[in-house]
């Protein structure tokens, strides 16, 4: 009885080690990947073809175990976790009021080549579809990035948000609410946007340009944009962020 405990006391503690480190999509591909192989080992050992069928067997269990168990052992050698992998994104969230109904607001953020005329790390965003456009940003010592967005809401008055597609240079997405502010004031803008650093050298050049795109230059980009819409001026600070 005593042995019988230890050993499930022994097996919690094994499964609590073999924590989960890949990802669900991973996980999926390797159970359908694994079951590819073992099958295709199944039918070199048919055609007695045993080196290969084996090699093809073993390389499909370690794959259909990844996937079922969510453990991947060299992912653990290298400290590398594709479950939690999105929480490493840089976010940012802020708000103004402007002095305007919400669908004039929502109006002039939605020709979205207005938007570097505000945001200061913005050098330009062209417009190349219907819901399509491609976006050029510049960073800390003139680096700089590109990418294709594709609008994902675009509610009039209401609510725009994108995100990136393809290679981008700095994956992100975004949000952006117009809502009436209390005591017919005007319209509450609140903004949010994350971006995702890859990994590698491109990944430390995003994360330096990601640097510069941080909660107080969102906050003095809005502040940039409500000047222009209530008073209709535009300051002429530099596009690059020091």
């Known amino acids: 009885m005593e042995s019988s405990e230890t050993e499930r006391s022994q097996s919690r503690e094994w499964r609590r080690e073999k924590r989960v480190n890949v990802g669900p999509t991973e996980r999926k591909a390797s159970v359908i990947g694994g079951a590819a192989l073992a099958m295709s080992g199944l039918r070199c050992i048919s055609k007695q073809n045993y080196a290969s069928g084996l090699a093809m067997m073993l390389a499909g269990g370690m794959f259909l175990y990844r996937g079922q168990t969510g453990h991947c052992g060299i992912y653990d050698a290298m400290g ?79 609510q725009i948000s994108w995100h990136s597609v393809g290679e981008a240079d700095v994956p992100n997405k975004g949000s952006v609410e117009f809502k009436e502010a209390p005591g017919h004031r005007g319209t509450e803008v609140k903004v949010t946007i994350d971006y995702y650093p890859p990994g590698g050298g491109a ?39 020091d």
């Open 80 to 158: 590398v976790d594709t479950v939690h992998t999105r929480n490493s994104a840089l976010t940012i969230e802020k708000a103004v009021t402007i002095g305007l109904p919400p669908q004039e607001v929502y109006e002039f953020w939605r020709n979205l080549e207005n938007l570097p005329r505000f945001m200061r790390h913005l050098e330009s965003v062209q417009v190349t579809g219907v819901r399509t456009s491609h976006w050029k940003a510049v960073g800390p010592g003139g680096i700089s990035a590109e990418w294709d967005a594709e609008m994902m809401e675009d509610t009039p008055g209401q």
């Open 203 to 241: 990944g430390r050049a995003a994360a330096k340009l990601a640097q510069g795109i941080n909660a107080q230059q969102l906050e003095e980009d809005l502040k940039r944009l409500k000047q222009i819409l209530e008073l209709g001026e535009e300051t002429t600070a530099r596009r690059t962020v």
